[in-house]
């Protein structure tokens, strides 16, 4: 594992949405359960690359326990099935056996991804494909560690064959009745209270042929640079929520899922400061807004938090050494 200062854990936004939109078949009002896992109010709002990890994980546990287990299983290998499976396997161009094909999905999700890890390994007299934290040992609550293998399970059966079991599989839990009885693994071996998370493989099975749709894939989208220091990571997080004001330590601490001493002490290791970062975030964002000439900026200035528009103006001019009157004409 990464011995590196973690960073804060985020989830691209577009998977996050896949989630909200498998909400939206449970619950004719989302926006309560948005609110109570800690959500962005805008989340459905374009714009924004990243969102916190801990309140998508928050959400899957409210669809869980609303859904129940069996409409949970369901859902959730929609979702794998339909859209989050999909998005990889169309940027898959090149792999003609399985083997190739999770080499290639490794490549593209540990790009993706900033806090968790896939890889093929050699355990044990076994092949296995596994998934686990990069900066610590993870022991995932049962709806989170139900999607994960959902998600792995399914990603080889759109590879190679709909039928297809593992003969093995690791747990970082203690339960795997729900698990083995709504992907059908009768025959499948578990082993539970594990590090992390992985599916065995044969030698047969890895070199089997894949079903990929040569030299087609999706077209090339916007890609989101990637955090590589805490700072960054934070500022990222806190984007989606800065849009309706500031946001207190306090109430991102809880957001993230970390101590407010954490958060200052990383920051400090790189030189930098909770009120900077947000005061970053709230100058891009009125700056942004500026370039709207239909929005006042009385407007602009409540949205952000400001007092008043002089408060707001003599923060921006303070910066920019311009009034928001006169950058806004400036960029007009």
Aim: proline share 6%; charged share 20%; aromatic share 8%.
């Amino acid at each position: 594992m990464d011995k590196t200062t973690p960073i804060v854990p985020l989830i691209k936004t577009q998977y996050a949405l896949a989630f909200v939109d498998i909400l939206k078949q449970i619950d004719s009002d989302i926006y309560p359960s948005i609110a109570k896992a800690q959500l962005p109010e805008n989340i459905l709002a374009p714009g924004h690359d990243y969102i916190p990890q801990l309140p998508l994980v928050k959400l899957l546990n409210i669809i869980g326990e609303k859904a129940g287990p069996d409409r949970y299983s369901q859902l959730i290998w929609q979702v794998c099935r339909q859209v989050l499976i999909p998005s990889y396997i169309g940027k898959m161009q090149h792999a003609k056996t399985l083997e190739e094909a999770l080499i290639e999905f490794e490549q593209l999700f540990n790009q993706e991804s900033l806090h968790s890890a896939v890889k093929l390994r050699h355990l044990a007299g076994r092949h296995w494909f596994i998934r686990e934290h990069r900066f610590y040992n993870e022991q995932l609550q049962d709806f989170r560690a139900h999607f994960i293998v959902t998600f792995m399970v399914e990603l080889v059966r759109a590879l190679t064959n709909r039928q297809w079991s593992p003969s093995a599989i690791m747990l970082t839990g203690a339960n795997a009745e729900e698990i083995k009885a709504s992907l059908l693994l009768e025959n499948t071996e578990f082993y539970l209270n594990r590090r992390v998370i992985g599916l065995s493989l044969s030698t047969e099975e890895l070199a089997s042929p894949v079903k990929l749709k040569l030299n087609w894939h999706e077209t090339p989208a916007h890609i989101p640079l990637k955090p590589s220091l805490f700072a960054d990571s934070l500022k990222q997080a806190l984007k989606p929520y800065l849009g309706l004001g500031r946001l207190p330590i306090e109430v991102a601490a809880e957001i993230l899922g970390m101590p407010v001493r954490t958060i200052q002490r990383r920051l400090k290791k790189e030189n930098a400061s909770y009120s900077n970062i947000v005061e970053n975030i709230l100058f891009n964002q009125a700056c942004e807004m500026l370039s709207d000439v239909n929005i006042p900026i009385s407007r602009i200035a409540s949205s952000l938090g400001y007092s008043d528009q002089p408060h707001f103006s003599r923060a921006f001019k303070r910066i920019t050494g311009l009034s928001p009157r006169a950058y806004r004409q400036q960029v007009s």
